[in-house]
Structures are given as C-alpha cells and as structure tokens.
C-alpha cells in the first residue's frame, strides 16, 4: 500500500472513531435527560433530586429509580438502588454485564459498591460529589468502580450535564432554605 493510500486509511479509521465517540456520547445525553426527569420527580416530591437509568447493551432501558429516602422512610433508597433492583427483575438476573448506569450525582460508597456487585459494564454520572461520591471524582472521597483488589471494575464517564445535575441540587436546597 502506497503511503498516500495507508494514509487516508488511517484517516477514515480516525473519523469512524470520531463518529462512534459522538454517538456515544449523544447516547449518553439522552439517557442521563431521563435520569434529570426522574431527578426532577424527586424534588416534587419533597426528595433530594437524584435520578438513575440502567440501559442494556443493545441499547433498551430496563430501570429506572429516583430518591426515596423520605417517603420510603429507608436510608437505603436512593435512585441507583432502586434503578439496580428494576433492572435485575426485568431481566431476571443479578448479573446486569453489559448494562450502563446512568445516574445525575456521582454514586456513593453503597451505590458505587451494589454496581460492582451487579457487574455492571460502564457508568456514566452528572454532577461529582464531595460530601459523598466514591466513584474517583477529583473531588470524590475515593474509588469503588476501579478498586484494583475487587473482581469487577466499572468504566466510569462523569461529569455528563454536570451543570443542569447540579443546578438541580442547587435549586433543590436553595428552595429549603427560603
Ligand atoms: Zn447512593
């Protein structure tokens, strides 16, 4: 192959990768929208505005769950969990390997620990967490999607309309004060 044609070879290989990036991440705008929904249901309801998605492989949305803490009266509610749980009884499965999460704030410690568990494949989150994220934010508390001695790690996006996630947050506290 001359190297003129090895060339433009390499650049059709560059834009296909480029395409595939923007598909990706169109994707991912699209399904953490949903999880901004979820997020904003929460609020209404007097809740902590978090939302999260599960989207298998091929592309489908099998859960989805928001902040219950309130309502539930359970410590233990938060959208993942529930977006988790969803998503393992609609596919009959504990094991969600090619699923990806989709969740407005960066998972903490027990959500981050309960993907690992469920193996799922990639996480994608909006707004890092400072008071609670584990999930290897600069600003996060530390990492359990990448933890090098656990038997599963996360491919892990944040930072996905980080700024309407946590204008969200914002608008959400600044409404209990007033
Ligand atoms: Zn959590």
């Not at 007097?46 to 769950?65: D, L, Y």
């Not at 491919?155 to 700024?163: C, P, R, S």
């Amino acid at each position: 192959m001359g190297a003129f044609r090895a060339r433009a070879a390499i650049l059709a290989l560059e834009s296909r990768g480029l395409t595939l990036e923007a598909d990706l991440s169109a994707q991912d705008e699209r399904w953490m929208r949903e999880a901004l929904t979820l997020a904003g249901q929460a609020a209404a309801a007097g809740e902590v505005p978090v939302g999260a998605v599960i989207v298998t492989a091929g592309g489908e949305r099998v859960g989805g769950g928001q902040n219950r803490r309130e309502v539930d009266r359970d410590p233990t509610a938060h959208a993942e969990m529930a977006a988790i749980r969803q998503a393992a009884a609609q596919l009959g499965a504990w094991r969600l390997a090619g699923c990806t999460l989709y969740v407005t704030l960066e998972p903490c410690a027990m959500c981050a620990g309960a993907a690992v568990l469920a193996r799922i494949r990639r996480l994608v989150y909006g707004a890092s967490d400072p008071k609670g994220g584990f999930c290897g934010s600069p600003v996060s508390l530390g990492d359990l999607t990448r933890h090098p001695g656990l038997n599963h790690r996360l491919e892990v996006t944040g930072g996905v309309l980080a700024e309407e996630a946590s204008a969200q947050l914002k608008g959400f506290f600044a409404g209990l004060r007033g």
